[in-house]
């Protein structure tokens, strides 16, 4: 049997609660039996379970979708169980399915090809799909949910402090480093030269905070004692959450086109800074999956509204190394010697 498992939502809970669940599941095959796994652009890192892994991101009607928790909706209808969002969800899986089925007779082109992928799948085998999108239990696991419960069962879906820890396992992500030699061109030097990585976020349709962070106050002060570098993002999906600086003196800005870049800066960066307004979003998340701690810097209403468990997280899902360090802006910014204070803490050895 080959297993196809088909992620369209928001990256924050393909980290919590899909790839933990995939890697579960992985323990429950057979030799013979073989697992796909079909994301956005380079999210490969992530199943290292998987025989192979297929980029969706190149079918035009999921580019323009947006993610919604574990959903993809109409660009034009943001309402989750609304007419239109069924009907564009049973049209969105049918193309998927076609895409996904003729790569897979055809294999991937060589260019794209990973040592993790071990085999390419046999042309004829049966094929079992699972969709974020829906509820689907296979060998005791649980993919995807009920839409019709999302957002008003406390349970369903959950990936805060009532995520079901035991449908998930976790491990370390192993960062690819092989976008190294091209980072380091562009910077004009050595990622073994001790540098902060900044990364802030934001997503035009989720504005929960009316507070403002100075982030570059922080920042300009912060690179006179660390090259500091300014990690800027947008994945191309419609309304999707971006990272975007103002020009900086002295710091080094570097567009990133995709998590394989993300990933081999975060490995390398001494310190993770990331800023919020907007949300606290999955660019946190990501640091502690790859074992290194990120430092959070939000104002102190996102802390209040409860999407934000973190020790629960930090003691029971980043067990290997990354933990969320949560910094409530106001406290940071309070005055100068706050702000020095705590760049002290972050160049210290």
């Not at 899909?18 to 796909?36: L, M, N, P, Y």
């Not at 309070?334 to 760049?343: G, H, K, L």
Request: proline share 5%.
């Amino acid at each position: 049997m080959v297993y196809i498992f088909t992620f369209g939502g928001e990256f924050g809970y393909e980290l919590f609660n899909w790839q933990g669940v995939i890697r579960k599941f992985s323990h429950t095959i057979s030799a013979s039996d073989r697992i796909v796994c079909c994301s956005r652009a380079n999210l490969y890192p992530l199943y290292e379970t998987a025989h192979q892994y297929i980029d969706i991101s190149e079918i035009e009607m999921f580019r323009q979708s947006v993610a919604c928790g574990y959903f993809a909706l109409h660009p034009e209808d943001l309402t989750l169980n609304s007419p239109q969002n069924l009907d564009f969800d049973r049209r969105l899986k049918k193309e998927l399915k076609t895409f996904i089925l003729k790569r897979l007779a055809e294999g991937l082109p060589p260019s794209l090809l990973r040592s993790l992928w071990r085999n390419l799948l046999p042309i004829g085998s049966n094929y079992k799909f699972a969709f974020s999108s829906e509820k689907t239990e296979l060998n005791g696991c649980r993919f995807g949910w009920d839409r019709t419960r999302f957002g008003s069962d406390p349970l369903e879906g959950n990936i805060y402090d009532l995520l079901d820890l035991k449908n998930n396992e976790y491990k370390v992500i192993e960062a690819p480093l092989e976008a190294r030699q091209a980072i380091e061109k562009t910077l004009g030097w050595s990622l073994e030269t001790p540098f902060v990585l900044c990364q802030t976020r934001a997503r035009d349709i989720v504005i929960r905070s009316k507070c403002r962070v100075p982030k570059e106050r922080l920042i300009e002060q912060l690179s006179r004692k660390v090259k500091v570098v300014l990690l800027s993002f947008a994945t191309g999906r419609a309304l999707d959450s971006y990272s975007a600086f103002r020009g900086l003196p002295d710091c080094y800005s570097y567009a990133c086109g995709s998590f394989v870049e993300q990933a081999c800066l975060v490995h390398f960066a001494k310190r993770c800074v990331f800023f919020t307004e907007g949300d606290f979003g999955s660019h946190m998340y990501v640091p502690p999956f790859l074992g290194k701690d990120v430092v959070a810097i939000a104002p102190g209403d996102i802390y209040d509204l409860g999407t934000t468990p973190i020790d629960f997280w930090n003691r029971n899902v980043f067990r290997f190394g990354g933990q969320i360090i949560p910094k409530i802006s106001e406290e940071v910014f309070a005055s100068q010697q706050t702000v020095s204070r705590f760049i002290d803490e972050l160049v210290a050895p």
